[in-house]
């Protein structure tokens, strides 16, 4: 069920993207918050809550400096992600308590900054020429992929027919749809590398849902188990648009913008 929600948030950054780079700079930013105050305000590490409003504020300022600047050039992701870091460094040194997790926060709290960013790339991606096509047939790919594995689809075969499924509808869309500046080859490469990585991020996702429950021994002996749950669901929603959305920034700005 969360992948069929995440389809439909893409499905709305989609149409958001359709009408104009403001309304997808909010739909980005609802992602980001997501991610931000679902997933990183859950790390199990001192400075959680610090690592989680830093990350929006890095994620949510580049969204809405890329709108102001309106030009697809990511200088103000690599400014934002500067200061971030060192906000990172300085927050995490100032703490009294913790020092031994010293490096676990700092690590997670930088991971955090970078991921939230990410995002933001389609907002520039948006300003370029046939930005919303670029977009939109990127997050098609990601959208196909969440639907099929929404529907329990969830084998190798199912995810990598999946992305075959993104590139035939993609030169679909460009045939039937008025994109002069969009060539089919740039609209099946987009959709494709969209969906690769949606799967990429389902996979990790799934990784951390089976190892969020680790059995340890205990010193005194016995089968006890030490369970440690993570709720996964902010990932399942997010971590797909987050890893899609710098592959499609690249290859719209190489193929189509």
Do not use: C
Not at 57 to 83: E, H, N
Not at 189 to 195: E, I, N, Q
Not at 212 to 227: H, R, V
């Amino acid at each position: 069920m969360p992948s069929l929600f995440a389809a439909g948030l893409v499905a709305v950054l989609a149409l958001a993207s359709a009408a104009g780079s403001p309304l997808l700079a909010a739909g980005v930013v609802l992602v980001q918050g997501i991610f931000a105050f679902g997933a990183v305000r859950q790390a199990g590490v001192p400075g959680a809550a610090v690592a989680t409003w830093l990350a929006f504020g890095v994620g949510a300022g580049t969204s809405v400096w890329f709108v102001a600047d309106d030009i697809p050039k990511l200088t103000p992701m690599a400014r934002l992600l500067a200061a971030g870091f060192l906000l990172a460094i300085v927050v995490q040194l100032w703490r009294r308590h913790g020092r031994p997790s010293l490096t676990a926060s700092l690590s997670v709290t930088v991971t955090a900054v970078v991921l939230a960013a990410l995002p933001a790339a389609l907002v520039a991606l948006r300003t370029a020429n046939a930005g919303a096509y670029a977009v939109g047939l990127g997050l098609l790919g990601v959208a196909i992929v969440l639907v099929v594995d929404g529907v329990g689809g969830r084998s190798v075969l199912a995810r990598m027919l999946a992305v075959l499924a993104a590139g035939a509808v993609a030169v679909l869309l460009v045939m039937l749809v008025s994109m002069a500046d969009v060539p089919e080859v740039g609209a099946v490469v987009l959709a494709a590398f969209g969906a690769l990585l949606a799967v990429a991020a389902l996979y990790a996702v799934d990784r951390l849902a089976a190892e969020s429950s680790t059995g340890e021994k205990q010193p005194g002996g016995g089968d006890i188990l030490e369970l440690v749950a993570v709720d996964v669901r902010p990932l399942q929603l997010t971590l797909p648009i987050i890893m899609a959305a710098p592959v499609i920034y690249l290859l719209g700005r190489l193929l189509i913008g």
